[in-house]
């Protein structure tokens, strides 16, 4: 062999690298782009986490307890923020929170061969993870950072233990901080106790206790916690099922617009109850297709499949606002964000060759993957044609520096109370003018 053939492997290994990070920054960007420019705060980012973490010291805004939650690493952005001064905090948050949600695509880059991913297939679920529909909610944002890292819990539960010491102590240590983000990772801890039970494998029951620890916590947070907003529930089983037919099948194959206008119609057609049937019955099929194949080929891919059914039970009963607006106005997207990352990834393993068995088939047979491979190109075009752009209440906003200048142009006085518009339009800030430092830096007392 010569000189040149031995480089090869190592040049394309590389250059496949590269192409993976330029396709996580052009999605990335791509769907966050009209929050990049300059930086906003986003909703709760704001009226919730900036202003009650303001006023306290700088120890006491890591760890302030929102809802009866722990939120770590939204904390610490928000906290962080507060020491770059008023005119450029969003811009600490957003790209913050940038790089903090690309930890779950990172760790599939560099662990795609022990999932059994080939190139195409890691690369489609990079542009996916940006173009669904219930991307655009959750990126760029720091109140959202927990989708993402109950993603990465998932993850870690699919990779097999045999890893490096480095490795062991980096997984470890994402359990950690995917724990301390919020509630969505916590929920995937009696299957990660149910696995390392299963496996009696010690790196795995390490794992299993950093989360459960992880999660007695914030059960107690919740337990004690006061003025907790309401949460509502239903009877309505078929309401449920609509749920997760829209937001996991149909959402991301016809696009948000098409989606809202088959429901309406079925509605119109045949009331609500004859609109919601097949739509429910296509969702059972297509998960009740993905354990059928799961269990008889990949049994490891069963965990996956056992974690975006426990998010999407999560994500049912943590639903603040009416119920029906997840279906026919399709609101709450950003909890069906990580299950539905789950699928894509379940279904990519499956279209792939076991890990370690470059010689074997996929376990989705060929007529299966001849379906399957039209339906992710469907669901690409899709995505990036209907899907990439932010949703016009979040696509634009009132301007931030051009606030900030008029602050600095005619300064509040002691006591008095601000107020800021944020991300989207409507949405106040309100600080008192002790917090905007507007031209020094806060104190850490």
Same mark, same amino acid.
């Given at each position: 062999?010569?000189? %040149?053939?031995?480089?090869?492997?190592?040049?394309?290994?590389? $250059?496949?690298? =590269?192409?993976?990070?330029? *396709?996580?920054?052009?999605?990335?960007?791509?769907?966050?782009?009209? #929050?990049?420019?300059?930086?906003?705060?986003?909703?709760?980012? =704001?009226?919730?986490?900036?202003?009650?973490?303001?006023?306290?010291?700088?120890?006491? =805004?890591?760890?302030?307890?929102?809802?009866?939650?722990?939120?770590?690493?939204? /904390?610490?952005?928000?906290?962080?923020?507060?020491?770059?001064?008023?005119?450029?905090?969003? *811009?600490?948050?957003?790209?913050?929170?940038?790089? @903090?949600?690309? *930890?779950?695509?990172?760790?599939?880059?560099?662990?795609?061969?022990?999932?059994?991913?080939?190139?195409?297939?890691?690369?489609?679920?990079?542009? &996916?993870?940006? $173009? @669904?529909?219930?991307?655009?909610?959750?990126?760029?944002?720091?109140?959202?950072?927990?989708?993402?890292?109950?993603?990465?819990?998932?993850?870690?539960?699919?990779?097999?233990?045999?890893?490096?010491?480095?490795?062991?102590?980096? @997984?470890?240590? =994402?359990?950690?901080?995917?724990?301390?983000?919020?509630?969505?990772?916590?929920?995937?801890?009696?299957?990660?106790?149910?696995?390392?039970?299963?496996?009696?494998?010690?790196?795995?029951?390490?794992?299993a206790a950093i989360l459960c620890a992880t999660a007695l916590l914030q059960l107690i947070l919740q337990a004690t916690a006061t003025g907790v907003s309401p949460r509502q529930y239903s009877a309505d089983l078929e309401l449920y099922g609509l749920i997760v037919a829209t937001q996991q099948f149909f959402a991301p194959l016809l696009g948000l617009g098409y989606t809202t206008d088959l429901l309406m119609t079925l509605r119109r057609g045949h009331g609500s109850e004859f609109a919601? *049937?097949?739509?429910?019955?296509?969702?059972?099929?297509?998960?009740?297709?993905?354990?059928?194949?799961?269990?008889?080929?990949?049994?490891?891919?069963?965990?996956?499949?056992?974690?975006? #059914?426990?998010?999407?039970?999560?994500?049912?009963?943590?639903?603040? /606002?009416?119920?029906?607006?997840?279906?026919?106005? &399709?609101?709450?997207?950003?909890?069906?964000?990580?299950? /539905? #990352?789950?699928?894509?990834?379940?279904?990519? $393993?499956?279209?792939?060759?076991?890990?370690?068995?470059? /010689?074997?088939?996929?376990?989705?047979?060929?007529?299966?993957?001849?379906?399957a491979i039209p339906l992710a190109t469907w669901a690409l075009s899709t995505g990036l044609l209907l899907n990439f752009a932010m949703p016009p209440q979040f696509a634009s906003g009132p301007p931030w520096r051009e606030q900030i200048d008029a602050l600095e142009a005619?300064?509040?006085?002691?006591?008095? #109370?601000?107020?800021?518009?944020?991300?989207?339009?409507?949405?106040?800030?309100?600080?008192?003018?002790?917090?905007?430092?507007? %031209?020094?830096?806060?104190?850490?007392?």
């Amino acid at each position: 062999m010569n000189q %040149d053939n031995q480089h090869t492997p190592l040049e394309l290994k590389y $250059c496949k690298l =590269g192409i993976f990070l330029l *396709l996580i920054f052009f999605s990335h960007w791509k769907t966050a782009a009209p #929050m990049l420019s300059e930086g906003r705060f986003w909703m709760e980012e =704001g009226t919730f986490f900036f202003e009650r973490i303001c006023p306290r010291s700088f120890l006491g =805004g890591f760890f302030y307890i929102h809802e009866g939650r722990l939120e770590l690493p939204a /904390n610490a952005l928000v906290n962080l923020s507060r020491f770059v001064g008023l005119r450029y905090a969003p *811009l600490v948050t957003t790209y913050g929170s940038l790089i @903090l949600q690309t *930890l779950p695509i990172l760790l599939l880059i560099a662990q795609r061969r022990r999932l059994g991913l080939g190139f195409f297939a890691c690369a489609s679920i990079i542009v &996916l993870s940006a $173009c @669904l529909p219930q991307a655009n909610e959750v990126w760029a944002n720091t109140i959202n950072l927990h989708f993402h890292f109950s993603l990465l819990v998932a993850l870690i539960l699919m990779l097999p233990t045999d890893q490096s010491k480095p490795w062991r102590w980096t @997984l470890r240590g =994402g359990v950690l901080l995917a724990g301390l983000s919020g509630a969505p990772a916590n929920v995937l801890a009696p299957l990660s106790v149910w696995r390392a039970w299963r496996e009696k494998d010690r790196e795995r029951s390490i794992q299993a206790a950093i989360l459960c620890a992880t999660a007695l916590l914030q059960l107690i947070l919740q337990a004690t916690a006061t003025g907790v907003s309401p949460r509502q529930y239903s009877a309505d089983l078929e309401l449920y099922g609509l749920i997760v037919a829209t937001q996991q099948f149909f959402a991301p194959l016809l696009g948000l617009g098409y989606t809202t206008d088959l429901l309406m119609t079925l509605r119109r057609g045949h009331g609500s109850e004859f609109a919601a *049937l097949p739509l429910i019955l296509a969702a059972v099929v297509g998960y009740a297709f993905l354990w059928t194949v799961v269990w008889r080929r990949r049994r490891d891919l069963a965990y996956s499949l056992g974690a975006a #059914m426990l998010l999407v039970g999560l994500a049912l009963i943590t639903r603040r /606002n009416d119920l029906a607006d997840m279906t026919y106005h &399709l609101r709450g997207l950003r909890y069906f964000f990580a299950p /539905n #990352m789950l699928l894509i990834i379940v279904t990519a $393993c499956l279209c792939s060759r076991p890990p370690g068995e470059e /010689n074997a088939s996929p376990a989705v047979r060929p007529i299966q993957r001849g379906l399957a491979i039209p339906l992710a190109t469907w669901a690409l075009s899709t995505g990036l044609l209907l899907n990439f752009a932010m949703p016009p209440q979040f696509a634009s906003g009132p301007p931030w520096r051009e606030q900030i200048d008029a602050l600095e142009a005619s300064p509040p006085k002691p006591g008095e #109370m601000v107020r800021l518009d944020i991300w989207p339009t409507g949405v106040k800030m309100t600080l008192p003018a002790e917090c905007l430092h507007l %031209d020094d830096q806060p104190s850490l007392e």
